[in-house]
């Protein structure tokens, strides 16, 4: 999805459910009346009325067909703080000082001390003079007054807080010390978990200074030590500390970068998922991970695309870039992360590749590489894939096996490109030069445009090419387009290419305001939660979707994680805060989880006896394995509807 001119949205409803510390963009959400406005129309939803319904399902083995296996699966990108400050477990705000902050700080996206805090007399400053490495040349400085007494040091934040409980957190950072300024007596530093509320310190380590191991003058040291909760603390308005005694360093000046803590992750991985996150996404019944974008991947300029070379080893070598959601990105969560994220949960990775275009850079206008200048667009997509799947004796296969993953990566579908109908008239040639010289080398993957004929787009899919199609809708789109996929292949003339619904959702609700414009200001606005009328029009399409698995080969909602702290898009599969209690899964996501833990293996033949489609929407399969049949009926309309099946019919 995009928006056109502004990256804020805001919120008509109130929320459906309280969070206690969740602030949207808005300090209040828009309390905007639209009692007299927002109508509901209900004539189309009620359809048929109360009209009895029977079917008959045929369980003859004959005129069944395989439901498509990676229907229901997962789109990510980071937008919203579903990445930093979201999945990315990582529980310090801006660790490196590249403005990693929790606020929109807008252009120019700058170094900042955003998240940190003196404690006693010290004075914090960025310092462009004792580089920690060539991609994070901006440190914390800290200078202690000569006066100081008690505790000095500093702390951080959090996004929004920290979730402490029973468990173990990793944490690592670096630190140097001025030559000039450091008088040697320095014997230990604490590091400590407390509250921002009380005086509860809920853990707290204390590293000594050693011969071998000591904050120098002359040299970076990375201290790495663990804080072990041993109590849930009532509420995540916690911080992180690292202090010092003032006695040991009073008018000492320190330097200070890649401050980490780290929870337990997802299946324990270093540098994981939060752990609550991943488990959500596995408990869906995902199949598949779209990412690492969306918009995300494409930049707001070629040159703050995603670039995956860089999200790659060690932290310390990661600058992150200028995400393309008003903050900027760590590139923490990186390419590895994704794809082990992925091998964790047993998804299908569906990797995005930058294509070639740009977005508009923040007015200056978007852009694509020109026709005769692709070659390195190209080369860059085959190091991508060869870094994925290619064996030890590759350059960026080699590469793979140093960080730690000798075994090449399964993948089976890439996507060139994101929403290449922004760009009609440059994909109709990045398009076919990119899926020959992908598909020359990589004969073997499934290739997914990200544009088609919709207009006059001059764009011929080769066969096997999976569409991909996005639809931001009404309930009633959803409901009249019920049969969209029942004759797709003829009306298109397409008997060979699939459709991904890349991005769906009901995304506001019907009434007698005009249909949403995504930059159109308020009070024309998205809903902030998918509701129970979201789920019947989302639910109504995927039915379309299930009966028809020869088309349409996978789906997923979009976005899919937000953090409520800071909303780019809503509404949302599931919302979260840094308190981990406080996630909730929307009824979008409980109405996927539902159809694919009862996809079934095969479609079953169902006619309807008695009754039509609409109100009462269904559809049926079976799976063939335990021999469980599973009827999926959705009533769109306000009245009860008689509804009989009649099972084993001929
Ligand atoms: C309500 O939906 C019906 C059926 O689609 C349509 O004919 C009618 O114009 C709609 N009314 C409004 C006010 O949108
Ligand atoms: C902090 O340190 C500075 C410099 O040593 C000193 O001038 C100042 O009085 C101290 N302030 C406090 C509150 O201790
Ligand atoms: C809590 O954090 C805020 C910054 O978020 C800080 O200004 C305040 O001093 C902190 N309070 C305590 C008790 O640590
Ligand atoms: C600090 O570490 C360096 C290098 O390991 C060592 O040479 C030096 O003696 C140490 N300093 C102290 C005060 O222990
Ligand atoms: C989360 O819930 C647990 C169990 O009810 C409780 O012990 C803990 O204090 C809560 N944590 C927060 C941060 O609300
Ligand atoms: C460091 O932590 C230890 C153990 O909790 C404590 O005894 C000591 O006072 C702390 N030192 C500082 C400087 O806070
Ligand atoms: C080092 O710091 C300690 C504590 O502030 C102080 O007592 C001592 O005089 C300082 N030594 C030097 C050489 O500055
Ligand atoms: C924390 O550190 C331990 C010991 O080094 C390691 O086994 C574990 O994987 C780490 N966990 C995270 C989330 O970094
Ligand atoms: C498609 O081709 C037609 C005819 O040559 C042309 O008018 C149109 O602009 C093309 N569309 C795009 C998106 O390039
Ligand atoms: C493609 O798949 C076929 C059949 O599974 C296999 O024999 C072949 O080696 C694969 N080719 C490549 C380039 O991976
Ligand atoms: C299976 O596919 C065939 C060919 O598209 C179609 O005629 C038939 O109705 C489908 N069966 C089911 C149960 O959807
Ligand atoms: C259904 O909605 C219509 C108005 O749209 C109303 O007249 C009717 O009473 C409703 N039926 C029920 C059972 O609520």
Redesign the pocket.
């Known amino acids: 999805m995009r928006f056109s001119s502004t990256l804020i949205t805001l919120a008509s409803v109130p929320y459906v459910l309280s969070f206690p510390n969740a602030k949207r963009q808005t300090d209040e959400p828009q309390q905007t009346d639209l009692s007299g406005q927002e109508r509901i129309n209900y004539t189309y939803f009620e359809g048929h009325g109360d009209a009895p319904v029977a079917i008959d399902l045929n369980l003859d083995a004959d005129?069944?067909?395989e439901t498509a296996p990676l229907l229901y699966g997962w789109m990510f990108e980071d937008i919203s703080h579903s990445g930093d400050g979201g999945i990315y477990a990582e529980a310090i705000q801006n660790r490196a000082f590249q403005g990693s902050t929790r606020d929109n700080p807008g252009l120019p996206f700058g170094p900042s001390l955003d998240g940190y805090y003196p404690v006693g007399n010290v004075t914090l400053r960025l310092s462009r003079m004792q580089p920690l490495s060539e991609a994070l040349p901006v440190v914390m400085e800290m200078e202690i007054g000569g006066l100081a007494e008690g505790e000095v040091g500093f702390f951080n934040e959090g996004w929004w807080g920290i979730n402490v409980e029973p468990g173990t957190y990793n944490v690592s950072f670096y630190a140097k010390g001025n030559g000039a300024r450091m008088n040697g007596t320095l014997s230990s530093v604490n590091v400590s978990l407390r509250s921002n509320l009380t005086d509860d310190t809920w853990a707290e380590q204390t590293i000594e200074m050693t011969e071998d191991k000591n904050i120098s003058y002359f040299s970076w040291t990375q201290f790495e030590t663990q804080l072990v909760v041993e109590e849930s603390a009532p509420n995540s308005n916690n911080s992180f500390y690292l202090t010092f005694n003032a006695s040991e360093v009073a008018g000492d000046v320190f330097y200070f970068s890649l401050i980490s803590l780290f929870p337990e992750t997802y299946k324990n991985r270093p540098n994981g998922i939060r752990r609550d996150l991943g488990q959500i996404v596995e408990d869906l019944g995902t199949t598949f991970f779209r990412f690492p974008g969306g918009n995300n991947l494409e930049g707001e300029s070629i040159d703050q695309r995603w670039k995956w070379d860089k999200t790659l080893g060690p932290l310390i070598d990661r600058a992150g870039r200028v995400g393309n959601w008003g903050y900027y990105n760590t590139d923490g969560l990186g390419l590895m992360e994704y794809l082990l994220f992925c091998e964790d949960v047993g998804m299908e990775p569906v990797l995005g590749v930058y294509s070639g275009y740009s977005l508009d850079n923040y007015g200056a206008g978007d852009t694509s590489f020109p026709e005769d200048a692709m070659r390195p667009v190209l080369e860059d997509i085959l190091n991508e894939l060869e870094f994925i799947t290619g064996n030890t004796s590759t350059y960026w296969g080699n590469y793979r096996a140093e960080l730690g993953h000798p075994e090449p990566f399964e993948l089976n579908f890439v996507e060139i490109g994101n929403e290449d109908w922004f760009s009609p008239s440059s994909y109709n040639y990045r398009f076919p030069y990119l899926y020959s010289g992908i598909k020359d080398a990589y004969p073997n993957l499934t290739l997914i445009a990200s544009a088609y004929n919709e207009r006059d787009y001059n764009l011929t899919l080769p066969p096997g090419v999976i569409w991909d199609t996005h639809h931001y809708e009404l309930p009633s789109y959803f409901l009249q387009n019920f049969d969209f996929y029942d004759n797709w292949r003829e009306e298109t003339n397409n008997s060979d290419v699939g459709v991904f619904i890349g991005e769906y959702s009901v995304f506001q609700i019907d009434s007698t305001l005009p249909e949403l414009n995504f930059s159109r200001p308020p009070p024309i606005e998205h809903v902030s939660s998918p509701r129970l009328l979201s789920i019947i029009g989302e639910g109504v399409y995927l039915l379309g979707a299930e009966?028809n698995p020869?088309v349409v080969r996978m789906a997923g909602y979009a976005p899919s994680f937000c953090n409520l702290n800071s909303v780019q898009w809503d509404p949302d599969l599931v919302d979260f805060t840094a308190n981990y209690n406080e996630t909730v899964r929307s009824t979008s996501y409980f109405l996927q989880q539902l159809f694919a833990h009862s996809r079934g293996t095969h479609?079953?033949?169902v006619t309807n006896s008695e009754g039509e489609f609409n109100p009462l929407w269904w559809s049926a399969t079976i799976d063939e394995d335990v021999n469980a049949v599973y009827v999926k009926v959705i009533n769109s309309g306000n009245a009860t509807v008689d509804f009989s099946v009649n099972v084993g019919a001929e």
């Open positions: 005129g069944r067909n009966r020869d479609t079953l033949p």
